[in-house]
């Protein structure tokens, strides 16, 4: 069945240092979600992504959508403590289903 | 402030109670979603209502029972439930059922089997 994989699956950095996350699919998407959940908390929607090598940016984060829309980033520039939390992508099965990776789970030094 | 509002909050429960988790949502949203989510695991599907209706049960055992009374409910009916149960239960919802769409999640319910 349809994988999505999501890679490192922990992640630690200094405050400061960037940070990327990467999702692979075994089948191609039509679109691809990102999610934040921080520690105790729930997931929280952040983007979607429909176009083939889409680029959005949200203020010091950049989500990328592959050529082929079987793979997706997250990149996030000069982390802050408040960026700490477990990152996942999700990928639709079918219409109304959602395949989430296994999540990046990103501590901060300060 | 989560829109997707979740009772109870934390939930302790012997194997063989009857309990019950809610879910309440005012987006106006057709599609609900039950979902469990095990420590440094993701969420994983549990059922999909649209329109009030059930579209998806990923084999769920039957020790869990959904119900969605109207379009802003939907309730987890639980009984005989095993310690492997114990898990954070999360309702999402979604505009439509229709394609993809961003999911909000509750704040969930922390479900503990003793």
């Known amino acids: 069945g349809q994988q999505v994989m999501q890679i490192p699956q922990y992640q630690h950095v200094q405050e400061g240092e960037d940070f990327t996350t990467y999702c692979n699919s075994s089948?191609?998407?039509?679109?691809i979600q990102w999610y934040k959940q921080r520690p105790g908390g729930h997931p929280v929607f952040l983007i979607q992504?429909?176009?083939?090598?889409e680029v959005k940016k949200q203020k010091r984060l950049t989500f990328q959508f592959g050529e082929a829309k079987k793979n997706s980033s997250l990149h996030i520039t000069a982390t802050q403590t408040t960026d700490v939390g477990t990152y996942f992508c999700a990928g639709p099965k079918w219409a109304q289903k959602l395949v989430f990776g296994q999540g990046t789970r990103l501590t901060i030094n300060p | 402030d989560t829109e997707v509002t979740q009772t109870p909050k934390h939930l302790v429960m012997g194997m063989t109670n009857k309990k019950s988790l809610k879910c309440e949502q005012h987006m106006g949203h057709r599609a609900m979603y039950w979902y469990k989510q095990k420590a440094k695991k993701p969420p994983e599907l549990m059922f999909v209502y649209s329109y009030e209706k059930l579209s998806i049960n990923e084999s769920v055992p039957s020790r869990f029972s959904p119900e969605c009374p109207n379009s802003s409910l939907l309730n987890l009916h639980l009984h005989a439930l095993q310690p492997e149960d114990s898990a954070l239960y999360l309702c999402?919802?979604?505009?439509?059922?229709?394609?993809?769409?961003?999911?909000?999640f509750g704040d969930g319910t922390r479900l503990s089997i003793l």
């Open positions: 999402a919802s979604s505009p439509t059922g229709q394609g993809i769409q961003p999911q909000h």
């Open positions: 992504l429909v176009k083939s090598g």
């Open positions: 089948t191609t998407l039509s679109n």
